[in-house]
């Protein structure tokens, strides 16, 4: 059976193992992944549902009584496919640390205020040139346990789903320059440096709003059409 | 053309984005599939996932993606659905502190296969979790179910890892099937590349 979907285009992706990143270390399968063909159940997915995301939700400073603390910015960009088509009506789900690097999440016990104006959590959903825009603020840099004196880049985490269940991605959006790159074992586990460059975002003028917020753009790649030529003893 | 994003870890507080009940932020999302009044046998889909030490996860999330009791996907790369048909076939559970996560919904009919064959009642599941880098992805098959024997997906597994795709019923409560994910080790669970 053909494909319906590239697979080439997961070679951008990082290994299941990444020695760096350490809990990787007893949550990476050890056998290899089994190979199968792309059958209705996985170019079929999740669609429906996503446009109950309501407008409110993709600005993340008018969630509380008052305005989080922080730089404010605007987070726009397109989503499209390896084709370049625009993946329209698709739902993105974001999350992310105030402006001290703090997470609202119970787990996190980093010694920065939360912000009580500050949740965190946005949504929303692409619109017909698969454009989709977010108001937030930029979040801190964070320490991990993850090595000696280990931080995290500044980060917003992103999940898309795209029209089938193979198109499913949830990755992480960096800001640009950020001087902890060289030192971010998950950031690093891509291991190709332009592939790295496609989850760092873009300032952008324009996008920038006068007297009000910094603009960034970023556009995501979802997995795309197969591009294998056709075999013309099948076609 | 443009080339893809790549994937990254949802990280240890996944549950502020994707399951933000506890964080005052509205879900989408459930583990519950089905309403009672659905037409289908309603099972419960109960499991525990863990890591190479055996360790539950307390920090992972499991999404499932089924057809309906006929077998159709709410889809439209599936001709047959139906417009009407109320069942989405998607749900997304975060696990608890030990690891153990539920899906209550509706036994999937079976569907159609590569070349014209059948392909058994299955349901797709994605992993997402703190060290995971990617996603990672399986596939629940029910135990005792006649058409195992001629699936073309099972049929690319060995044999002798077959059964960690299998959910088995169990023997207390009627309509409740367990299913473990091990994420390495002894009975490590067989994940898919599609």
Known sequence: ?235 | MPERTPSQTVGPFLHLGLAPADYNFRPLFAPVLAEPGLAGTHIRIEGRISDGDGNGLPDALIEIWQADAQGRYAHPADGRALGSNSFRGFGRAPTDQAGEFFFATIKPGSVPGPHGRLQAPHINVGIFARGLLKRLFTRIYFAGEAMNATDPILALVPLERRQTLLATPDAQSSGVFRFEIRLQGQDETVFFDA
């Not at chain 1, 600005?59 to 397109?78: K, N, S």
């Not at chain 1, 898309?160 to 640009?176: A, N, W």
């Open chain 1, 1 to 235: 059976m053909d494909d319906t979907y590239s697979r080439d285009g997961t070679r951008a992706d990082p290994p299941y193992l990444a020695a760096d990143y350490r809990s990787t270390q007893t949550r990476a399968p050890s056998r290899p992944l089994i190979v199968i063909p792309q059958t209705l159940s996985e170019i079929t997915g999740p669609i429906y549902g996503h446009a109950d995301a309501r407008p409110e939700e993709a600005d993340l400073t008018r969630q509380h009584a008052g305005e989080p603390l922080g730089e404010r910015i605007l987070v726009r960009g397109r989503v499209l496919d390896e084709a370049g088509r625009p993946v329209p009506e698709t739902l993105v789900e974001i999350w992310q640390c105030n402006a001290a690097g703090r997470y609202i999440h119970v787990a996190d016990q980093h010694p920065a205020p939360l912000d009580p104006n500050f949740t965190g959590a946005g949504r929303c959903v692409t619109d017909a040139d698969g454009v989709y825009e977010f108001t937030s603020i930029k979040p801190g840099a964070y320490p991990w346990r993850n090595h000696a004196n280990a931080w995290r880049p500044a980060h917003i985490h992103f999940s898309l789903f795209g029209p089938s269940f193979l198109t499913r991605l949830v990755t992480q959006m960096y800001f640009p320059g950020d001087p902890l790159f060289a030192f971010d074992p998950i950031f690093n586990s891509v291991p190709d440096a332009k592939a790295r460059a496609r989850m760092v975002c873009q300032f952008d003028l324009d996008t920038t709003r006068p007297e009000w917020a910094l603009g960034y753009t970023f556009d995501i790649v979802l997995r795309g059409p197969d591009a294998t030529p056709q075999d013309p003893d099948h076609a």
